[in-house]
């Protein structure tokens, strides 16, 4: 199996002059623009299909502490940012100067989203533990403002802008203390274990604010006002319908909450930093702090009768019992990635002309680690690599509709799969199948790569803590020669490329 090749040329960098240390990136929906937030507050926009990546097309800096996360409107005319300093801006991208501010959240803003279908509503989240949802539409109250347009070169002033006016928006709703309930959390995990929390003192009880590390609307037409949450406490989804009314004194209930995988409940639980859907919606990825991709299916988010799942749903009067989901059907992993941190998020590039669904995430490692989602091709040579008689993936797939949900370890029904070789695999025993057909794209960074993003066109831009941002282009031809040309006459200086485990792949002659 074959998975797309990468590489990266000196003029693919972008520099970043210390202390603008690049924290986020986004891309633009309806053209090559790709947007790199950094710990200053500032923004830059670059060109993911210009001849020259190193240059800034637009800089502002709606901030005064770092930007965490952003998101374009689904035209491309707005900006969301979220923000260390508490707040998320709305910016007109056209005006080219903060058009909303949205103040609710008294800690960092984590993440921000779009609503798919209706640009007017955003949700936010944050270390405050609460995801608060805004409609630009609610009767905003203005005030004045100052914002500066930067040309980030040292040797030139601010150009300061007239002070004008942007609008105050009030909170629609809110979900308070969206993952501090730890008590449902347990209850979940018991389910699987047939443990006892009150007398299982590796599971402690974990009460107060839970940072909200990862949101994600669900795009199927009819579904928008479903919302996906992660956060720093376990690997655990949760499924929210922001049409409800939540109590403001928290913790709120989800409609459903998803098992954590099954190794955690042996180990410990680990967080979540990033939520990423598939094209078509049907799988939901989810990275864990503990250095694996978990696969998701959308279907299993809820068990048994779901109405909140269907087009038709009406809207909900109040919140009612949370339920259960279905845990990871299976996972990703790579020797080359480790998420230490929660700055270390993933990205999936949907399936375009004769490009195909890829899912990409940071690393540790200096590098990022592209991934393939085509089921039916890798979990066949997965098997094959592993000596195995048959697909266990299928045979998880298979069983979708049994009320049983998950297995013990210790019945065989999900074996395990090859892993990679760190101290933290070897320490915990999976029950889902783990593929290892990912590529690391290395050579190009020299510290953690944290933010990506998949550029219009199908381009990788990664951004990295050396204060680099870096644009990968497709071409086997080049990302080969760069594999097997080696140092000679400074060939690989400034570049990065795919690096390849399988045997023999490089193996041909030149035409």
Known sequence: MQTSDFYSQPEDRHEFAHPALPFCSTSCNTNSLTAIGDEAGGIRLIDSESASFNTTHMALQPHSNAIIDMAFSSDDYLLATASGDQTTRIIDMKMQMSKFVLQGHYTSVKQVRFQPGNDNVIATSSRDGDINIWDLRCSPTSSVVKEFKVTLDPSTALDIKVPHKVAYSSIYNTISGAHSNNKALTEISNNVTGGNSSNDASKPERYGEVSVTALEFLSVPGREHLLLSGSEASTMVRLWDIRSRYSRRGPSTPISTTMQPESHNKH????????????????????????????????????????????????????????????????????????????????????????????????????????????????????????????????????????????????????????????????????????????????????????????????????????????????????????????????????????????????????
């Open 268 to 511: 410990r639980q680990f967080g979540i930093s990033s939520l990423v859907l598939s094209s078509n919606n049907s799988r939901l990825y989810a990275l864990s702090r503990d250095n694996t991709l978990y696969a998701y299916a959308t279907s299993h988010l809820i068990l048994g009768h779901v109405p909140e799942l269907s087009s038709s749903a009406p809207k909900p009067k109040y919140s009612g019992e949370s339920r259960t989901g279905l845990g990871p059907i299976y996972g990703f992993r790579h020797a080359k990635f480790h998420a230490t941190s929660f700055y270390v998020k993933a990205a999936l590039r949907p399936a375009k002309g004769d490009k195909p669904e890829l899912v990409a995430v940071g690393s540790s490692d200096q590098c990022a680690v592209v991934f393939p989602t085509d089921e039916t091709a890798f979990r066949y040579a997965q098997a094959r690599a592993a000596g195995a008689e048959s697909d266990p993936l299928g045979a998880a797939l298979d069983r979708r509709d049994e009320v049983e949900v998950v297995s013990s370890p210790s019945s065989g029904r999900r074996p395990t799969l090859r892993r990679s070789a760190s101290g933290l695999s070897l320490r915990m025993t999976d029950t889902i199948p783990i593929f290892e057909v990912g590529r690391a794209l290395v050579g190009a960074h020299e510290r953690e790569v944290t933010s990506l993003t998949w550029a219009f066109g199908g381009e990788l831009v990664t951004v990295g803590d050396d204060y680099r941002a870096r644009r990968w282009c497709e071409d086997a031809a080049r990302a080969r020669d760069l594999r097997v040309g080696g140092e000679t006459g400074g060939r690989r200086w400034n570049c990065g490329w795919a690096e390849v485990e399988e045997p023999g792949y490089d193996d041909y002659d030149d035409e």
